[in-house]
């Protein structure tokens, strides 16, 4: 988390690094923690689609927690 609180994952997510995503999702980065979803409001707002699935796909069952 940097000096502003945005995580790694935000960063990814907003400059649209998908390899990037993928990598921390797959080294552990929890989607579900508040930086996260900051992160996955950010893919959205920016239409990015494969960033959106990938981190969708991590938690199946769960997606309808970014809706709260």
Do not use: M
């Not at 940097?2 to 995580?7: E, P, Q, V």
């Not at 995503?21 to 409001?41: H, I, K, Q």
């Amino acid at each position: 988390v940097d000096h502003r609180g945005k995580s790694l994952l935000w960063h990814a997510c907003t400059h649209g690094q998908t390899e990037v995503v993928e990598w921390l999702l797959n080294e552990g980065v929890d989607p579900l923690t508040s930086t996260s979803v900051a992160a996955f409001v950010v893919a959205c707002s920016a239409g990015r689609l494969r960033i959106i699935q990938l981190i969708l796909d991590r938690i199946p069952g769960k997606a309808a927690q970014f809706c709260r």
